[in-house]
């Protein structure tokens, strides 16, 4: 059961993030954006908890970049082992070794907006 959290988590972490990138970029109050996206069908608990917290580029609490990278790991495993295929999962733990290697392996899992807000990624 776990598994199949974090393998959803990692998948709507990174949606979140595109989304809240794509509207700063395009000049949009993110603020707002979260007001209004979060009473549709986009809303998720990570919007809630994180969604402002990501806008202000705050990562120092919460569940860390090295813990999920280890869980994503396990998923993959598994997924091997039963001939499943996970290319979303493995493309977002990807995507988590550029946050650790930007020196983020302790931060929230949320702070996968960072990789995008850098221009080198």
Same mark, same amino acid.
């Given at each position: 059961t776990k598994m199949v959290n974090q393998i959803c988590i990692a998948g709507l972490v990174q949606g979140l993030s595109e989304g809240l990138d794509f509207a700063s970029r395009c000049g949009l109050d993110v603020g707002k954006v979260l007001e209004v996206i979060s009473k549709g069908a986009a809303q998720s608990w990570q919007m809630e908890n994180r969604g402002h917290t990501m806008e202000r580029d705050e990562?120092?609490?919460?569940?860390? +970049? @090295?813990?999920m990278r280890? =869980? &994503?790991? &396990?998923?993959? =495993? %598994?997924?091997? /082992? +039963?001939?499943? *295929?996970?290319? +979303?999962?493995?493309?977002? =733990?990807?995507?988590?070794? %550029? +946050?650790?290697?930007?020196?983020?392996? /302790?931060? @929230?899992? !949320? !702070?996968?907006? /960072?990789? &995008? *807000? =850098? !221009?080198?990624?």
């Open positions: 990562f120092e609490f919460g569940f860390a +970049v @090295d813990w280890k =869980d &994503l790991g &396990l998923c993959l =495993d %598994e997924a091997r /082992r +039963v001939k499943g *295929r996970l290319p +979303v999962t493995a493309l977002v =733990d990807q995507f988590y070794a %550029e +946050v650790q290697a930007m020196g983020g392996g /302790r931060w @929230d899992t !949320s !702070s996968l907006i /960072r990789r &995008l *807000r =850098d !221009s080198t990624h």
